[in-house]
């Protein structure tokens, strides 16, 4: 896509959907209305681009992204999780199918990078996937009533919203999206808005109707078929047109993710007294553990994971859970805790890991590199829309569809990531420690109400908080490569003594979201055979050797030896050598032995050609097999050249036809011991059976109904044919 620059005016990189189309040559404009089937009028008050942008807007495949394929849908996922706007080096595949339909444009970056735009009138419509936060601002936008997203879209352009609303919901989204807009906006509210919101982050960011209207002290109370409805002129409506309060069906009122974060951070003041004494608490001791299990970068293990189960073959349903069988082969194969192992399978498909996406170099997470894609499958936990410490089953996609009723367990993490970043301080602190922290927290009240809540329209039995918080401190974040854990060196007497924890450099450097600092970032073969992966290889590098490798040693780097079975398997399945070693290369270069064994098994010692054939005659007797090749009858049915002591038969030709042209030279033809009869293509001739007349008799007249003639002939008086 080309842009259109002004004289005089700053180079703009415009992400709305008409901003988009009207920087676009008219050409091109032209060729999109065709590829959809739209039609531009001439005569319309609106013009070009804002015809084809309410075209656009209404697809099918915004609300149903199963009919672009799973590539492109992955690579939707990828644009939203960027914010819409993604920048590349070289153009994916999967985009093609995308810009055909006008859904992602690309154009040049001033960094000569290409940029993949997704327009906020798409962003807003694409359903919620696992892995997203299903709590933030986009997904509630996705998900609510074409009334409440009317609200939104007027409020914030200042005039009526009309149809289609994803397009004046586009400046709605520039300030929801935006942390600084969003949270000069919230500076805005009324004391009254502002108390309400407090009440609201109180209770846990959610609240039922009934619940708002008290909240409120609305005394009016409209009822409708599902209860209680809150008047469309009161404090909470003004909330919702703000998209700080977005109903969520049944009778839900959620405050999003976003804005329950700039809340959270002026609301410090009622935590100082108790935070200060578990502080002084943790400084004071000396906590130093017997013995400890220090946790493991989550990169190498996930890569491994990935690439052995593509090695099996095994296919896993997107919208299903992965199998128990194959997660439990892969942490005895691995050594790995069962529940690691399951962990990480959920966060790395969340993260399209095991797509065959993740191949490509061009986008994530096969752009990502080893150290970048910890921080990612950190922040996908976070988000908790894959794995949720509140179910006994925390893998989401265990459940239907229709029964993924997400639990406020983020909530939950939110309070132990902030007793985690104000204690450990590099030091060793007890896990009782931190489950003060959870009880002392305002939000704690809040958040139990809305476990015990969401744990009887389940069906399950309502857990507490802290057990909520032991789970993640002791389970979640040590298979995320975050925290220590060691056993707490006490007296005999002493019996199930807490368990310390210590926050790792790694973890730390994911709580301030950025990439921590690796040991070994080269990429190099510590042996002839054995490839060592270091934390600056890409994503997509590592997972297109598992055709042609055997994943080796596993810790806080992944090994991967590279052996003759193994490269001959890889040829065998059809891999070209050259391939391999383009892909070897794209790492690091061959080793010696490597090198010698792709140049010894990708070396052509000869060259045999397929020839399609239906049969073979053994023919031993010369003359007669050269009287088959060269007679006119018989020389169609055979190849020429065929191999000494027979002919090959045509596959063109049939057993019987073969059989009746060589019996036509004197040549018998055997198949299983029995000579081949020909069948003959002469019809048989017909055969009288019908009895004889006397002599003298007169013939019967043949007629074509049978019925009619034996009702109009007569009685004949002459006496009846012998039988």
Not at 76 to 96: D, H, N
Not at 187 to 212: H, I, M, P
Not at 308 to 318: D, F, K, L, M, S
Request: glycine fraction near 6%.
């Amino acid at each position: 896509m080309r842009e259109v620059k002004k004289k005089g005016t700053p180079r703009q990189n415009p992400t709305r959907l008409i901003d988009v189309l009207r920087s676009l040559p008219k050409a091109e404009l032209e060729s999109l209305a065709q590829r959809i089937g739209a039609s531009i009028d001439r005569n319309l008050r609106a013009d070009g681009p804002m015809q084809m942008a309410r075209k656009l807007v209404t697809m099918v495949e915004l609300r149903d992204t199963s009919r672009l394929g799973t590539a492109p849908a992955q690579l939707l996922r990828r644009l939203v999780e960027a914010g819409g706007v993604l920048q590349v080096r070289v153009v994916p595949p999967t985009l093609e199918p995308l810009a055909a339909r006008g859904l992602v444009f690309a154009r040049m970056h001033e960094s000569n990078c290409i940029e993949l735009v997704l327009p906020p009138a798409y962003l807003v419509q694409l359903p919620m996937w696992e892995g997203e936060d299903p709590r933030g601002i986009r997904a509630l936008l996705a998900q609510s009533s074409a009334e409440t997203q009317a609200a939104i879209a007027s409020h914030y352009a200042g005039r009526p919203a009309t149809h289609p609303i994803a397009l004046p919901l586009e400046e709605a989204w520039s300030v929801l999206s935006n942390p600084e807009a969003l949270a000069r906006e919230i500076a805005t509210l009324s004391s009254t808005e502002r108390r309400l919101l407090d009440s609201v982050y109180q209770e846990g960011c959610e609240v039922d109707t009934e619940e708002l209207l008290d909240l409120e002290r609305e005394p009016l109370r409209l009822r409708n078929a599902t209860g209680a409805a809150p008047s469309r002129r009161g404090v909470s409506f003004s909330l919702e047109r703000r998209g700080m309060l977005i109903p969520v069906h049944p009778n839900r009122h959620i405050i999003p993710t976003e804005v329950a974060a700039i809340i959270g951070a002026e609301d410090v003041s009622s935590r100082k007294s108790k935070r200060a004494q578990i502080r002084a608490f943790v400084l004071d001791g000396d906590h130093e553990p017997r013995r400890a299990r220090f946790a493991l970068d989550p990169s190498p293990i996930a890569i491994a994971l990935a690439m052995a189960a593509r090695e099996g073959g095994t296919e896993v349903r997107e919208t299903a859970g992965t199998p128990r069988s194959l997660l439990l082969r892969l942490s005895q194969r691995f050594g790995r805790d069962f529940q690691t192992v399951a962990l990480l399978v959920a966060l790395s498909r969340a993260l399209g890991l095991w797509e065959g996406s993740s191949l490509s170099r061009a986008t994530p997470p096969g752009a990502w590199s080893l150290s970048e894609l910890g921080l990612a499958l950190f922040r996908v936990w976070r988000q908790g829309g894959a794995w949720d410490e509140g179910r006994p089953e925390p893998e989401v996609l265990r459940l239907p569809p229709d029964a993924r009723d997400s639990s406020p367990v983020r909530i939950v993490r939110e309070i132990v990531l902030d007793a985690l970043e104000d204690l450990a301080e590099g030091r060793w602190l007890p896990f009782e420690a931190i489950a003060d922290w959870v009880r002392s927290d305002p939000r704690t009240p809040g958040v139990t109400r809305l476990l015990r809540r969401w744990a009887l329209r389940v069906g399950l039995e309502p857990p507490l908080p802290t057990d909520i918080a032991q789970t993640i401190v002791l389970e979640s974040l040590p298979a995320l490569g975050i925290l220590d854990v060691g056993e707490a060196d006490t007296d005999h007497d002493v019996v199930d003594a807490p368990p310390l924890v210590r926050i790792t450099p790694r973890g730390r450097a994911y709580f301030q979201g950025n990439v921590p600092q690796a040991e070994s970032s080269s990429t190099a073969f510590m042996q002839e055979t054995v490839l060592r992966i270091g934390s600056e290889a890409a994503v997509g590098s590592v997972l297109t050797l598992y055709p042609f490798c055997e994943v080796g040693k596993v810790d806080d780097t992944l090994e991967v030896e590279i052996t003759n079975a193994a490269i001959s398997r890889a040829l065998a399945s059809g891999v070209d050598g050259e391939v391999i070693r383009a892909t070897i290369s794209a790492l690091v270069d061959p080793s010696i032995t490597v090198a010698k064994a792709l140049d010894q098994l990708s070396v052509v010692v000869g060259r045999i050609t397929f020839v399609a054939a239906s049969g073979f005659l053994w023919c031993d007797d010369p003359d007669v097999r050269e009287m088959l090749r060269s007679r006119k009858q018989t020389a169609e049915c055979f190849i020429d050249p065929s191999p000494p002591a027979g002919l090959l038969l045509s596959p063109t030709v049939s057993l019987d036809a073969l059989a009746r042209r060589c019996r036509v030279l004197g040549v018998e033809v055997i198949s299983e011991g029995q000579v081949v009869r020909a069948r003959s293509t002469i019809p048989p001739p017909m055969l009288d059976n019908s009895p004889a007349r006397p002599s003298g008799a007169r013939p019967t007249p043949r007629t074509d109904n049978p019925v009619r003639s034996s009702r109009s002939r007569k009685p004949s008086k002459s006496p009846s044919r012998p039988p």
